[in-house]
């Protein structure tokens, strides 16, 4: 396993059975610390065609697979294009995260279209996405001591701040160090030579890091409080017209 991205991957898109409109890398590789032995993360978008929605027998709406290749793992999910719409809409991060990927390992014209439409997905409530994952973060680190669900943690305060004050969404953790504590980078380092290794010697203490967590999230609650961006979505008519036009297409032309 590598912590670079193979360059088979645009095979692997290539080879599902209906056409994708994306798919991006997320996860470590999206973070900014990936290991040596850090599984690849693809996520997408498929779309299903027209008698698998609207007939008796439907089509998966959600498809997830793993296997290995030339020793790497890779974690494959993607959604209809409507399903993952409908997450879109909603105040999910990850399906945000996964339409702007800079990790881009096959696009089409619908993937641009939908890239365009992301801001108006943009809400001050997408907070609460980054504040449960982050509780969900600490109690994993808490329970089994690995250093890899603290950086999540870490990551995704500092990814709810930033997109709270700037209506920027930025995944990376490594460009976001300055918002954080100065231990982070020797943190960062540290995942990158074991994915599921421990803190390293001379890392903060527990009281440290909760407080420096617990500092975090109160940012993060006072920058959503104080955020321009909106209480509700406006791209819900621009993504149903998306939707319609392409599932009567049956193809991610985004024309």
């Known amino acids: 396993m590598t912590a670079v991205l193979p360059s088979w991957l645009p095979e692997v898109a290539a080879g599902e059975r209906h056409p ?3 798919a991006t890398v997320s996860g470590a590789h999206l973070y900014g610390f990936p290991s040596v032995d850090s599984d690849v993360d693809l996520r997408g978008v498929h779309i299903l065609p027209a008698e698998e929605v609207v007939g008796l ?15 790497v793992e890779v974690d494959l999910v993607t959604h209809d ?6 997450l879109l809409l909603g105040r999910n991060g990850y399906v945000l995260e996964q339409l702007l990927s800079p990790l881009v390992v096959t696009t089409s014209p619908l993937h641009e279209e939908m890239r365009a439409l992301a801001r108006g997905c943009l809400t001050r409530h997408h907070a609460h996405h980054y504040l449960g994952f982050a509780r969900t973060q600490r109690r994993l680190s808490d329970r089994t001591g690995e250093l890899k669900p603290l950086l999540y943690a870490f990551r995704v305060l500092l990814t709810g701040i930033h997109l709270m004050r700037t209506g920027e969404l930025v995944a990376d953790l490594t460009l976001l160090l300055d918002g954080g504590p100065p231990y982070l980078p020797g943190l960062v380092e540290a995942k990158r030579a074991a994915e599921h290794g421990g803190l390293p010697d001379g890392a903060p203490g527990g009281e440290r890091l909760a407080a420096d967590l617990d500092a975090l999230t109160a940012r993060l609650e006072d920058a959503r409080d104080a955020s321009a961006l909106p209480d509700a979505p406006s791209a819900h008519d621009a993504l149903h017209d998306l939707v319609v036009r392409s599932r009567l297409a049956g193809r991610p032309s985004g024309e």
């Open 20 to 22: 994708l409109a994306f």
């Open 57 to 71: 027998r439907t089509g998966e709406e959600t498809v997830t697979r793993s296997w290995i290749r030339e020793g």
């Open 81 to 86: 294009l409507a399903k993952f719409c409908r």
